[in-house]
T-cell receptor, first 114, second 114 residues
Framework: AQSVTQLGSHVSVSEGALVLLRCNYSSSVPPYLFWYVQYPNQGLQLLLKYTSAATLVKGINGFEAEFKKSETSFHLTKPSAHMSDAAEYFCAVSELQGAQKLVFGQGTRLTINP | EPEVTQTPSHQVTQMGQEVILRCVPI?????FYWYRQILGQKVEFLVS????????KSEIFDDQFSVERPDGSNFTLKIRSTKLEDSAMYFC????????????FGPGTRLTVT
């Protein structure tokens, strides 16, 4: 069965600092991996996705993530945090073979300090 | 930009009552999903729906739950007899293709069962 673990339910960084949100997955077959962001009172919005092409994936708003099979990780990074990045971030996994559901991690709340 | 909408944004109901949560998916999408997030817990898959039938459901989706596409635009989740533990945020999502591709999420309905 698939699962996702996000290390750190709450991450706080200063504006302009590196953002690193950690995600590790477990999947018995090659996974598809996603990062979603949720701003207050809004739905989940796709940031980026890994679908077995390039291991370094670039998304919206300057975020990127690297798929590392050996580490079963898909950490999300952004070189320089902006105040508008404050939100909840969810990592999710789905399997290629016929699965339609997304399996989510517990989420990481990102706070940006001025 | 097309978006998934959900109504109501917040529903309060008494234990044992029936509730219907409504979703309007993106108009050309054919695959529909419900997820829920109990406060402080992970976003969990409930059910996927295609061609007027359930294509996959989780263990959570028991006989108390049902889904329906009553017309060409709405997608509903019904809980027949609500329990306290049904209190959660319920997210609707839609996709234009099956499998692990982007699912577009609505803003959610917060259900409070008292």
């Amino acid at each position: 069965a698939q699962s996702v673990t996000q290390l750190g339910s709450h991450v706080s960084v200063s504006e302009g600092a590196l953002v690193l949100l950690r995600c590790n997955y477990s999947s018995s077959v090659p996974p598809y991996l996603f990062w979603y962001v949720q701003y207050p009172n809004q739905g989940l919005q796709l940031l980026l996705k890994y679908t077995s092409a390039a291991t370094l994936v670039k998304g919206i708003n300057g975020f990127e993530a690297e798929f590392k099979k050996s580490e079963t990780s898909f950490h999300l990074t952004k070189p320089s945090a902006h105040m508008s990045d404050a939100a909840e971030y969810f990592c999710a996994v789905s399997e290629l073979q016929g699965a339609q559901k997304l399996v989510f991690g517990q989420g990481t709340r990102l706070t940006i300090n001025p | 930009e097309p978006e998934v909408t959900q109504t109501p944004s917040h529903q309060v109901t008494q234990m044992g009552q029936e509730v219907i949560l409504r979703c309007v998916p993106i108009s050309n999408h054919l695959y529909f999903y419900w997820y829920r997030q109990i406060l402080g817990q992970k976003v969990e898959f409930l059910v996927s729906f295609y061609n007027n039938e359930i294509s996959e459901k989780s263990e959570i989706f028991d006989d108390q739950f049902s889904v329906e596409r009553p017309d060409g635009s709405n997608f509903t989740l019904k809980i027949r007899s609500t329990k306290l533990e049904d209190s959660a945020m319920y997210f609707c999502a839609s996709s234009d293709r099956p499998g692990p591709y982007e699912q577009y999420f609505g803003p959610g309905t917060r259900l409070t069962v008292t």
